[in-house]
Antibody
């Protein structure tokens, strides 16, 4: 099970950290992704962390590169997405999702999402 | 970046009919790296089918995926009322997964 939190209203240029609490499995042994959905729009991949142990590798969509950072707290089994320099176009529901293994794969399990609104 | 183009944008059908949804990739994608998701209003997406014949847990066998190269199809046989939703294809062959823009199946 996955449960996101941390979504909020923030002004352009601001920062926000999203959390995704995992239960029933060890987060660091699976590929974990963030996918977002702007209001009334389709799904957009944001970031994925793959691999296992200390060799985890993060990838980012061009829209997130340099502004967003994916990380995890293995001791608490929580995935994070640190977002900085937010712009209006980042307004979306952000979902965390678990892959089928530790590499890039289909997204087997999804959280319910958390809403981020960027507006002045 | 592999661009996925889904068609049609909207499919209007009746319960009991067959739905055929298309997903075309801008470059070759291995069938093992292609998945389909269903999303209903106000809900998170859920995995439906993947690869040549895989179905996610609990997904009925009226859902099936097929295709190869750059052309892939999701077929829904005998539409049930609960199947009316938006469907997305996704490729995860590269390190930068992408989704199609979605096909809405409406009554």
């Amino acid at each position: 099970q996955l449960s996101e939190s941390g979504g909020n209203w923030v002004q352009p240029g601001g920062s926000l950290r999203l959390s995704c609490a995992a239960s029933g499995f060890t987060l660091s042994t699976f590929a974990m992704s963030w996918v977002r959905q702007a209001p009334g729009k389709g799904l957009e991949w944001v970031s994925t962390i793959t691999g296992s142990g200390s060799g985890r590798i993060a990838n980012y969509a061009d829209s997130a590169k340099g502004r967003f950072s994916i990380s995890e707290d293995s001791s608490k089994n929580i995935l994070f997405l640190q977002m900085t320099s937010l712009i209006d176009a980042d307004t979306a529901i952000y979902y965390c999702a678990r892959g089928a293994g530790h590499g890039n794969s289909k997204l087997e399990s999804w959280g319910q999402g958390t809403l981020v609104t960027v507006s002045s | 970046e592999t661009i996925l183009t889904q068609s049609p944008g909207t499919l209007s059908l009746s319960p009991g009919e067959r739905a055929t949804l298309s997903c075309r990739a801008s470059q070759t994608v291995g069938i093992s790296y292609l998945a389909w998701y269903q999303q209903k209003p106000g809900q998170a997406p859920r995995l439906l089918v993947y690869g040549a014949s895989g179905r996610a847990s609990g997904i009925p066998d009226r859902f099936s995926g097929s295709g190869s190269g750059t052309d892939f199809t999701l077929t829904i046989n005998r539409l049930e009322p609960e199947d009316f939703a938006v469907y997305y294809c996704q490729q995860f062959e590269s390190s930068f997964p992408t989704f199609g823009q979605g096909t809405k199946v409406e009554i």
